[in-house]
T-cell receptor
Framework: ETGVTQTPRHLVMGMTNKKSLKCEQH?????MYWYKQSAKKPLELMFV???????ENNSVPSRFSPECPNSSHLFLHLHTLQPEDSALYLC????????????????FGSGTRLTVV | AQSVTQLGSHVSVSEGALVLLRCNYS??????LFWYVQYPNQGLQLLLK??????LVKGINGFEAEFKKSETSFHLTKPSAHMSDAAEYFC??????????FGPGTSLSVIP
């Protein structure tokens, strides 16, 4: 148990489907992150939320839509994805995004393995 | 701009041998430095971190890393490799910009 729970663990979806990834943490953290991990590529930061406000969007295509209803929950809504979007999607949390918060490091979930067919 | 390089995308060691995974960073200010480990089909787990206290940092599972400012390095070591150490290892750096940059990762194989 890592403290950050991601569901589902595996997801297969067609290019016309709509699905959502869920991330939940009860660590009292105030910053949450979505990362994409593709084979043979470095970790790609997608979105950052700090105290429920989106603070970063790293030029992510609009077919990925994040939602952060509170500091404990983070969603990634997916629609009309492409096969190249197949990857491991990792959620992480930290105390906060700034100052001392970044010194504590991140707690990651186990990820959602997404396959787009 | 800060960056992280990890020399060697793949490292193989024999069981019981020394593990040395290299990490070099660039940062305009004293950084915070981290090592994470990722086991197959899992997320990343924090192994250890340097936050401007002792330069030799001890982490979980017998790993340690030494911050060397003059060499801008933060190499990860373990005296004796175990089969269970086989995983992907990521070095990361964070500075006052609040961005955390991850290195490309080093895959460690342990040969029985």
């Amino acid at each position: 148990e890592t403290g950050v729970t991601q569901t589902p663990r595996h997801l297969v979806m067609g290019m016309t489907n709509k699905k959502s990834l869920k991330c939940e943490q009860h660590l009292g953290h105030n910053a949450m992150y979505w990362y994409k991990q593709s084979a043979k590529k470095p970790l790609e930061l997608m979105f950052v939320y700090n105290f429920k406000e989106q603070t970063e969007n790293n030029s992510v295509p609009s077919r990925f839509s994040p939602e952060c209803p509170n500091s404990s929950h983070l969603f990634l809504h997916l629609h009309t994805l492409q096969p190249e979007d197949s990857a491991l999607y990792l959620c992480a949390s930290s105390q906060d995004q700034t100052g001392g918060g970044r010194a504590y490091g991140y707690t990651f979930g186990s990820g959602t393995r997404l396959t787009v067919v | 701009a800060q960056s992280v390089t990890q020399l060697g995308s793949h490292v193989s060691v024999s069981e019981g041998a020394l593990v040395l995974l290299r990490c070099n960073y660039s940062s305009s200010v004293p950084p915070y430095l981290f090592w994470y480990v990722q086991y197959p089909n899992q997320g990343l787990q924090l192994l250890l971190k340097y936050t401007s206290a002792a330069t030799l940092v001890k982490g979980i599972n017998g790993f340690e890393a030494e911050f060397k400012k003059s060499e801008t390095s933060f190499h990860l070591t373990k005296p004796s490799a175990h089969m269970s150490d086989a995983a992907e290892y990521f070095c990361a750096v964070s500075d006052v910009s609040d961005k955390v940059i991850f290195g490309p990762g080093t895959s460690l194989s342990v040969i029985p």
